[in-house]
């Protein structure tokens, strides 16, 4: 994708994982307040067609095509993923507490898989820094979401504390959250996702959601999952969302599932993300589709790198995309060139809105 892929990713890549990704977010930090930067950004990149926009529980979405959690942790450039063409930005994973995360080297990357392989662990500034940070944030035409999580050091029978207490900090400052308990990274974060523990955390969130809210339109909560959740467990998961109130399911988080890996990285501790994902997730949201309300919202990530790959998800039932690891390998271009493709493809299938794209084929991926 042009100037990235042709010059500064080789480069990169020259790099440890890890800084390569740290370089480009501390150089477009200060660069997003130059004169003409961000406009220029746009031009470049951003593709703008009002058959991609749609909305949701009060919110405008210019495309369906957002930025997934890990990007950006610490929300320090989402004006330039804005202006790049990214429907909706979500930042995170917060905690509480500041975290510096598991030790490194925990980055590590598969170009010919187009996939990596991380064991972070949530390391972020912690609720107050972010938060300074989305205070700044307030006038935005587009949607942005945080993903909160636990700190490491919290036992997990006090997990919900940790999260209510990211809630009600962020409340003002977020279009939406996102309760992350699929994280492998974290030790037994995965466990919150059994339903006991889930219904008593997301039933806790959304108590809490009502108070804070007051009279107004609530501030959506979605939960993230993992893509290694068996069918019994995906179901476990929708009749606790469904039953507390949660607004929709982001599926998916990266995988522990070593058969997705070459046998060289089998070694590497952590999730894997990118390409060898996105079968299961497509799957995991198919499935469901089938298995939640009609209103209930899904975000399809986990591998998409493609206008394909994109309408693919949409398709199988997904309200909006993610994307992040294919970022690495494609640079920002990627939110236009998925864009762009879906409106081609739209104008050939005679689809006039990206709406009518949403589960039209959710039963051929659910087998």
């Known amino acids: 994708m042009g100037l990235y892929t042709a010059a500064l990713a080789p480069m990169l890549r020259l790099l440890d994982p890890e800084a390569s990704h740290a ?43 957002g930025l997934a959690a890990g990007a950006d942790k610490n929300a320090r450039v989402v004006p330039f993923f804005h202006a790049a063409g990214a429907g909706f930005v979500e930042v995170g994973t917060v905690t509480p507490l500041p975290q510096g995360g598991n030790p ?9 898989e187009r996939a990596m392989v991380n064991r972070l662990g949530f390391p972020n500034d ?14 935005r035409s587009t949607p942005l979401g945080v993903n909160i999580g636990k700190n490491a050091a919290t036992p997990l029978d006090r997990a919900g504390e940790d999260y209510l207490a990211c809630l009600e900090r962020l409340y003002p400052l977020a279009d939406y959250f996102t309760v992350n308990v699929s994280s492998p990274n974290t030790l037994g974060l995965t466990s919150l996702q059994a339903k006991p523990a889930l219904a008593s955390l997301v039933g806790a969130l959304v108590e809490r959601r009502k108070v804070l809210a007051a009279n107004a ?14 069918d019994d467990e995906l179901n476990d998961v929708a009749d606790a ?52 309300p009609k209103d209930f919202f899904l975000v399809g990530v986990g591998g998409i790198s493609s206008a394909d790959d994109a309408w693919a998800m949409l398709a199988a039932g997904a309200n909006t995309v993610q994307v992040y690891t294919a970022l690495v390998y494609e640079g920002p271009g990627l939110f236009g060139a998925i864009n762009r493709g879906l409106v081609r ?15 039209s084929e959710s039963a051929s991926h659910a087998a």
Do not use: H
Not at 104 to 112: A, D, G, Q, T
Not at 126 to 139: K, T
Not at 217 to 230: C, F, G, R, Y
Not at 345 to 359: D, L, P
């Open 23 to 65: 370089l480009p977010l501390s150089t477009l930090g200060p660069l997003q307040g130059a004169p003409g930067f961000l406009a220029t950004t746009r031009r470049l990149y951003a593709c703008r067609d009002p058959r991609l926009a749609f909305a949701w529980r009060g919110l405008a979405f210019p495309n369906p095509v």
């Open 217 to 230: 339109l609530p501030t959506p909560l979605l939960v993230k999952i993992s893509p290694d959740l068996t």
């Open 345 to 359: 493809r739209m104008e050939r299938e005679g689809v006039k809105s990206v709406s009518e794209i949403v589960a």
């Open 241 to 292: 969302c469904v039953t507390a109130g949660i607004d929709g399911l982001i599926a998916t988080n990266t995988s522990t599932d070593l058969s997705l890996r070459p046998e060289s990285a089998r070694e590497w501790q952590g999730g894997l993300s990118g390409k060898p994902l996105f079968a299961k997730s497509l799957r995991t949201v198919a499935y469901l589709r089938r298995r939640v």
């Open 126 to 139: 912690g609720l107050d820094r972010v938060a300074a940070r989305l205070e700044r944030l307030r006038q």
């Open 104 to 112: 490194k080297p925990r980055v590590f990357r598969l170009p010919r």
